[in-house]
C-alpha cells in the first residue's frame, strides 16, 4: 500500500486507475484526461465513442433544429382569446409554403391547447415539427444510453 496525495492507495489497475481501501466509489485519482469514477470502480467518460456515435450527425442536427425552430418565438398579427401568444418560425414558414386547405381537421397540438386541431397542411407540418424533433432526441439518447451498456473493456460490441 502506497499514499497518493495524503490518500492511501490500495492497487493501481492496469488503466492507471488508483483505488483506495477507504474509497468504495472507485478510483481516487485518473490523471488529467479522466474525471471520477463510478461505483464499481467503472470510470466515466467516453471510451468506446458512443457520444460521437449518437449525436454527432445530422439526425441530432435536424432534431434540435425542429425543436428550436418549433417554439412559439414570433408574434402573431392577429390572435384570438385562448390561442397562443405566438407562433413558431417553422410553423409560419410551413403555413405559407403549404396553405391547402384538407377536407377534415386533424390533430394540430400546441402548448396552450395540445387537443387542437387544423384543416390546413402548412398548419399542422408546423405545429408537428417540434414533436418530431424531440422524437429525434429521445432516439439519439437511447441509442447513446444502449452503447454505453454494451461497453465493455473499453470495446463498444455495438456497431
Do not use: H
Not at 3 to 31: A, C, F, H, T, W
Request: one cysteine or more; glycine letters at 16%.
Amino acid at each position: 500500500m502506497g499514499m497518493l496525495g495524503g490518500n492511501p492507495v490500495v492497487r493501481i489497475d492496469k488503466e492507471g486507475l488508483l483505488y483506495s481501501s477507504g474509497n468504495p466509489y472507485g478510483p481516487i485519482y485518473q490523471g488529467p484526461s479522466r474525471t471520477t469514477g463510478l461505483p464499481g470502480g467503472k470510470p466515466l467518460g467516453d471510451p468506446c465513442g458512443c457520444f460521437r456515435k449518437a449525436f454527432m450527425d445530422w439526425e441530432t442536427g435536424a432534431g434540435a433544429g425542429l425543436v428550436a425552430g418549433g417554439q412559439p418565438t414570433t408574434r402573431k398579427r392577429f390572435r384570438q382569446p385562448g390561442t397562443s401568444k405566438g407562433t413558431s418560425p417553422i410553423s409560419r414558414g410551413l403555413s405559407r409554403a403549404f396553405p391547402q386547405k384538407l377536407p377534415i381537421s386533424l390533430p394540430a397540438p400546441t402548448t396552450n391547447k395540445p387537443s387542437a386541431k387544423s384543416n390546413k397542411v402548412g398548419r399542422i407540418l408546423g405545429r408537428w415539427a417540434p414533436i418530431a424533433g424531440w422524437g429525434v432526441l429521445i432516439y439519439d439518447t437511447g441509442v447513446y444510453a444502449n452503447c454505453i451498456a454494451e461497453c465493455e473493456d473499453y470495446e463498444c460490441s455495438v456497431p
